[in-house]
């Protein structure tokens, strides 16, 4: 009988298109991927990958062969599913991307409950700013700050995300404030460190501002302390900066006009037919405590 390992390091593969991929994904080297595979097709006495030194492609027989394995592993999965689902405690580790700045504000402080009810899971937290391909690098959820593009991927709302031009009161004294979108030009900008237009909404319909400024950096942080310290004006999410608007450390400019309606704060995770429960559980917790008024919009 096939080792089920075999056939969820054969999914793996065919998922990230690539067994050093795949590898990083379980735990295993390159070489250890290609010798299971091998002893896999050799079982089965038919090739099931096309490999060359640039990709790695289904036979007729592997497509047929993924087909079938992927129903195996989704029964597996509800199976584990439910017998997780019917335990008020869950276990295993539970490995979660999200944004830098975000997990460290939002995500960090409020861990300590969620652990508290679950003690016998592990967290695993990666925080990073790139672009993570969560089933090639085996993360079990990511939380997403922006606009969902169709994928694979399931997602689930768990917050608005509200961006509004900002300035502190230090730098409105020095320059005024602008009256008019189009007096942006004549202000400093401090673009976000990625370097994108601003994509804005108020009474004109919507629009795409290229910001200009003396400032560029990789650090949406860096952006951030520099408006704060009255550099100049900035779009930035109320998530990111609500307590200084409170303060009065900051303020809103152009209030007519905020960021793109379409932000949203999301989970995502891979296209399954059964969500395992530590996944369902954290993102429930999550979505409590954020909620469709979150608590830095109050």
């Known amino acids: 009988m096939t ?31 290609s010798k299971r595979i091998k002893r896999l ?12 030194t640039r990709q790695i492609s289904l036979t007729e027989a592997g497509q047929g062969f993924y087909d079938r394995v992927l129903g195996i592993l989704a029964g597996l999965e509800e199976a584990e599913a439910y017998a997780s689902g019917r335990s008020s405690q869950v276990q295993g580790t539970l490995r979660i991307s999200a944004p830098t700045s975000f997990g460290r ?6 861990l300590t ?22 089933v090639a690098e085996g993360f079990d959820l990511a939380i997403r700050i922006g606009e969902l593009s169709d994928s694979s991927l ?19 004294a020095r320059h005024g404030a602008p009256t008019e979108i189009g007096e942006l ?10 370097n994108d237009n601003w994509k804005l909404e108020g009474p004109d319909g919507s629009l795409s501002y290229r910001p200009e400024g003396p400032l560029v950096t990789n650090s949406s942080e860096i952006i951030r302390e520099a408006v704060i310290a009255g550099a100049g004006i900035a779009l930035r999410s109320t998530w990111d900066i609500g307590r200084e608007l409170r303060e009065g ?36 917790y999550l979505a409590a405590l954020y909620g469709p008024v979150p608590y830095w919009e109050q």
């Open 3 to 33: 080792n089920l390992g075999d056939l969820e390091i054969f999914a793996r593969v065919v998922s990230t298109g690539s067994m050093s991929a795949a590898g990083r994904a379980l735990g295993f080297s390159a070489a250890v991927i």
């Open 41 to 52: 097709e050799d079982r089965l006495g038919t090739r099931l990958l096309q490999r060359t």
């Open 105 to 110: 504000m939002h995500i960090a402080p409020h």
């Open 113 to 134: 409950g969620f652990m508290k009810d679950h003690p016998d899971l592990k967290l695993h937290i990666v925080l990073t700013d790139d672009f993570t391909d969560i």
């Open 154 to 172: 399931v997602a689930r709302k768990l917050a608005p995300v509200r961006r509004l031009l900002c300035a502190a009161p230090s730098y409105v």
């Open 185 to 194: 030009a004549k202000h400093i900008c401090l673009p976000a460190h990625n």
């Open 249 to 284: 450390r900051l303020v809103q400019v152009l209030p007519q006009w905020e960021g793109s309606h379409k932000l949203t704060l999301s989970a995502v995770y891979p296209s399954r037919q059964f969500l395992p429960a530590k996944v369902r559980q954290f993102i429930d």
